[in-house]
């Protein structure tokens, strides 16, 4: 192709703007278009800041894969090499309490945004080498047992509503490659955590729960089991994906690091008492508070990483001890955005520059 014109939805959102940020750091030939419709969680203040040369090879443009028109004209416009596909709306607690904006957006957004660039894959040279990387999550996988790993192969078996969506999306996307050779790859990856993460998700709630001496509410004994993936490296699996990964195949992205939800607390607690001079009575374990278990809480993921070494080479280059400690330093140090996405001011921002364009 003429040039790299990099197609990522949901690129304002937590997982996408990392991502965006490594791949301007590290494909220099890139030029990367962000499409975001820019829900509560999708913020344009995380893609603030970039240098120079990075800046001028980035495009936000404000639109919504629910809209099948729309869709269909941006990909009349632009001529994409390839698409990472990461908007979803991706909080288990509010697909609890309103299901319809997944199904609405997981579903119905990625068959419009899969149909739509089928249809422009049919229309260019295949041998450019288009692909097509769907994000999703080891959520379709349902629950484990004390042993055992998620691998490719294992049946799905979702337990709420998000993940429920996300296993559909999943099929969609397969389906595509098996019926009419779309140039497609599903990766399903464990817990991220990083910078730029929504405080609704049990690390920076906790991180900023602590900072503000507000109670630290964990569901049920705590012991549930999830398996965490530091975002840097969840991004760099995705570059190699893209590169070296065979269309129609499925990889699971895991960070190897296993903790129960209640030693991540503690794990918190320990750090931000060292960093706030926090002791005996006033330690923040003070604060936890166990609290109702939602419906249909898995107990345990755990993912199984040996294909994407095997086949690609790829495995996570932090260790959590690391990635934890820069985790809550970002935090502490980028108070100013934790503000401004708790008052709702980047809303306001939204609405000044984005939506009264429409």
Not at 116 to 122: E, F, G, L, P
Not at 216 to 230: F, M, Q, S, T
């Amino acid at each position: 192709m003429e040039k790299n014109i990099i197609l990522v939805t949901g690129g304002a959102g937590f997982i996408g703007s990392n991502f965006i940020r490594h791949a301007l750091e590290v494909k220099p030939e890139w030029h990367v278009v962000n499409l975001d419709s820019l829900t509560y969680a999708g913020n344009p203040a995380n893609l603030d800041g970039l240098p120079p040369g990075h800046a001028d090879r980035y495009t936000f443009i404000h639109g919504d894969i629910r809209n099948r028109a729309f869709l269909d004209e941006l990909f009349k416009k632009e001529r994409f090499s390839g698409v990472f596909h990461f908007a979803a709306e991706s909080h288990v607690d509010r697909s609890i309490r309103g299901p319809s904006a997944f199904i609405e957006t997981n579903i119905n957004g990625t068959f419009n945004l899969i149909d739509v660039s089928h249809t422009y894959w049919k229309r260019i040279d295949s041998t450019d080498g288009f692909k097509f990387i769907h994000v999703s999550t080891d959520e379709v996988y349902g629950s484990l047992g004390p042993e055992g790993y998620f691998t490719e192969t294992t049946p799905y078996d979702p337990s709420s509503p998000y993940s429920a969506s996300k296993a559909s999306s999943d099929h969609l996307v397969k389906a595509y490659f098996r019926t009419f050779g779309f140039p497609s790859v599903v990766t399903n990856c464990s817990n991220n955590y990083g910078p730029f993460q929504f405080p609704e998700k049990l690390i920076p709630l906790i991180i900023l729960n602590i900072i503000e001496k507000k109670d630290l509410p964990v569901y049920g004994d705590g012991k549930n089991v999830r398996d965490w993936l530091y975002v840097e490296d969840h991004c760099d699996a995705l570059l190699q994906v893209y590169e070296k990964g065979t269309v129609g195949e499925t990889y699971n992205i895991g960070g190897g690091a296993e903790r129960q939800n209640i030693d991540i607390v503690h794990v918190l607690c320990n750090m931000l008492d060292d960093r706030l001079n926090r002791s005996g009575k006033n330690s923040s374990v003070n604060l936890i508070r166990y609290v109702k278990d939602r419906p249909g809480h898995d107990r345990r993921y755990a993912i199984d990483a040996a294909k994407i070494k095997k086949e690609i080479g790829w495995e996570p280059a932090h260790e959590f001890t690391d990635a934890i400690e820069k985790t809550v330093d970002w935090y502490m140090n980028n108070m100013k955005w934790v503000d401004a996405v708790r008052s709702g001011d980047y809303l306001n921002w939204i609405q000044d520059n984005y939506r009264n364009r429409q």
